[in-house]
């Protein structure tokens, strides 16, 4: 024991031995300066990113095309299209009407609704929908069979055309209905 007893005083002597403890501090303070500097670098490039989002975000919002005016059915297209799908009413028992979650779609979609009722079809919806291309916009007829189209799907297709909207086949996934396609409004 006295041995230990004597290594610990002459240890207590040692110039490293004071040293260590002030390189113990001087490590210390130096890792916590370096940390902090660190975290201010980090933080500062997450904020500056933040503020480019939402400037982007408040340009686009004053710039989006979603403000642009509401589409509204026309008179020519309204009796256009009450004229041709007539005599297609029997046939379509059930139309779903999907749209995309878009309000100004929504409201443009309640305008055919109301015209399928008016003929005598049982339109079903507007249903939520979404597109899986984002170049998918407009009047849409969406097929379950794009390759194959039914001759209801073809007659249907045909009235839109005739009434004067430029349609786009979609691929349609829904098979709620006996339908093999549906009506489908998406953003302008």
Do not use: C
């Not at 260590?20 to 500097?37: D, S």
């Not at 990113?49 to 026309?74: C, F, G, I, K």
């Not at 979650?101 to 979404?130: H, M, Q």
Request: proline share 4%; charged share 25%; aromatic share 10%.
């Amino acid at each position: 024991m006295a041995n230990w007893a004597l290594f610990r005083e002459q240890r207590h002597e040692w110039p490293i031995w004071k040293v260590a403890n002030r390189a113990v501090v001087i490590a210390l303070t130096f890792g916590g300066v370096a940390g902090f500097g660190a975290a201010s670098l980090w933080w500062s490039a997450t904020t500056t990113m933040l503020r480019e989002r939402v400037a982007y975000w408040q340009e686009r919002a004053q710039n989006n095309p979603t403000t642009r005016t509401d589409r509204h059915l026309s008179d020519d297209e309204r009796v256009k299209l009450i004229s041709a799908l007539k005599p297609l009413a029997e046939s379509i028992e059930n139309v779903i009407v999907s749209v995309e979650g878009v309000p100004e779609a929504v409201r443009y979609s309640t305008e055919f609704i109301k015209i399928l009722k008016d003929v005598g079809a049982n339109p079903i919806g507007p249903v939520f929908a979404w597109s899986e291309k984002d170049g998918d916009r407009g009047v849409m007829v969406g097929l379950a069979h794009p390759s194959k189209p039914s001759e209801l799907a073809i007659k249907f297709m045909d009235v839109l055309k005739a009434a004067g909207f430029d349609i786009r086949v979609v691929q349609w996934r829904g098979q709620v209905s006996r339908l093999d396609f549906d009506l489908f409004i998406g953003d302008q």
